[in-house]
């Protein structure tokens, strides 16, 4: 099991202490690769972005056009986090529904 987030992440180090036993992945430092990328995508879609963050919030009307997983190849905070991937399974977030699979 993997969690791929931000270590400065608040609600990724709430899924990391319910889930010790997962693998922890920075998306900054290790990336996210690629496959798994398009296999999140496919599973959640345009959701895969986090249109309320800070990088988000930055890109001009331009960038923000573009598809999704090319903007977060080269932003990796822009997706939302965190992604938590079991084999097969994927959960994108830390919102109660997800906590509830966990705990």
């Known amino acids: 099991m993997f969690i791929y987030g931000l270590k400065t992440c608040d609600t990724c180090r709430k899924a990391i202490k319910a889930i010790p036993e997962a693998t922890f992945m920075d998306v900054r430092k290790d990336g996210v690769p690629a496959e798994m990328l398009e296999k999140a995508f496919?599973?959640?879609?345009?959701?895969?972005?986090?249109?309320?963050?800070?990088?988000?919030?930055?890109?001009?009307?331009?960038?923000?056009?573009?598809?999704?997983?090319?903007?977060i190849s080269e932003h990796p905070s822009l997706m939302k986090r965190p992604l938590i991937v079991d084999g097969d399974r994927m959960w994108l977030g830390w919102a109660k529904d997800v906590q509830a699979d966990f705990l």
Do not use: H, I, Y
Not at 46 to 70: C, G, H, I
């Open 42 to 71: 496919e599973v959640f879609g345009d959701k895969l972005a986090n249109r309320s963050s800070t990088t988000w919030r930055q890109l001009d009307e331009a960038a923000r056009a573009r598809p999704v997983l090319e903007l």
